[in-house]
């Protein structure tokens, strides 16, 4: 029988984080998870509420709790993660920061790209950027999460890891709306904007990237890993298997040299080498495997 673990998990509201939840209940653990209270948590999870930037409030919401693992859910910048360092030395003995395959914003490169091309100890960390500013965070999502990994991977205090997520597909909860952008091109035949040149991109399937976070928080690794199904998708095909549930629908595309395009389009390659997750003990699935049904759950056509 595996080690009963006592998790914290901060965030985990919706989509991915609930999952990842109902994964670690059931497989025996104890969780509880931490945010401001927007949400209540699942039935048999404590609930802790404190706002995750004011490192009093995390302090005095935690108290004497100690746990075995923090999957940290919500860690978009340096500063978010220099409040963990500091409020969770000697209350953990394990990180798992859910970081994202926007690292590799830089790169370009027609081979899938490894864990190495963004090292977090490369990573010149600026707290005084203005990052409380919730514009400036989402313009520099990227820059964000690089530099979050960079602040918790230069830290000895606890055993931490950056689980880089590919772009993920799937549920009937997806929040983001871009298989939804797809599907309304598609049934009025409005042209969908795209690179003049459109690269193909890397992704994972909800429940197995909830599937693969819990089963991290169980290991002992260190450092950041990819998390995405094997093989590249195009924005083509994305459009193929969201016609499929658009009567005569068929999707039509607009390249462009500038300007804004379409969700789920790139003009640069970047996609996640997951050799080091399967060196690891964890093989992900085919992305084509699992693409008609990710669809028809987020399109309301499941079974």
């Given amino acids: 029988m595996e080690k009963v673990l006592d998790v914290l998990v901060i965030g985990g509201n919706r989509y991915v984080g609930k999952r990842l939840i109902a994964r670690l209940l059931a497989g025996g653990h104890r969780v509880t998870v931490l945010n401001r209270g927007s949400s209540p948590p699942p039935a048999g999870v404590e609930h802790l509420r404190a706002d995750r930037d004011d490192e009093r409030s995390l302090t005095e919401a935690l108290g004497s709790r100690v746990f075995d693992v923090v999957v940290d859910q919500v860690c978009y910048t340096p500063r978010q993660a220099a409040i963990a360092r500091r409020v969770f030395t000697g209350r953990t003995r394990r990180y798992v920061m859910t970081s994202t395959v926007e690292v590799y914003e830089y790169e370009d490169s027609r081979a899938l790209v490894r864990e190495e091309c963004a090292d977090p100890s490369t990573v010149a960390v600026d707290l005084d950027l203005p990052w409380d500013d919730p514009a400036f965070v989402e313009a520099h999502y990227g820059e964000g999460k690089r530099q979050a990994e960079a602040v918790l991977a230069a830290g000895p205090e606890f055993g931490s890891t950056m689980v880089r997520v590919a772009h993920v597909l799937g549920g009937d909860d997806d929040f983001t709306g871009r298989l939804a952008h797809y599907a309304e091109r598609i049934r009025t035949g409005e042209p969908i904007a795209v690179p003049a040149v459109n690269r193909p991109a890397t992704y994972v399937y909800v429940e197995e990237i909830a599937r693969f976070l819990a089963w991290a928080a169980g290991e ?35 390249p462009v040299e500038v300007g804004e395009v379409s969700p789920f389009s790139f003009r640069r390659s970047y996609g996640m080498d997951s050799t080091r997750a399967a060196r690891l003990g964890f093989t992900f699935s085919e992305a084509r495997q699992w693409l008609p049904r990710a669809v028809a759950e987020t399109l309301g056509k499941g079974d």
């Fill in 220 to 254: 002992d690794f260190t450092g950041p890993v990819n998390a995405a199904s094997r093989g590249t998708l195009s924005t083509e095909e994305l459009c193929v298997a969201v016609a499929a549930h658009v009567p005569g629908g068929r999707a039509e595309f607009r």
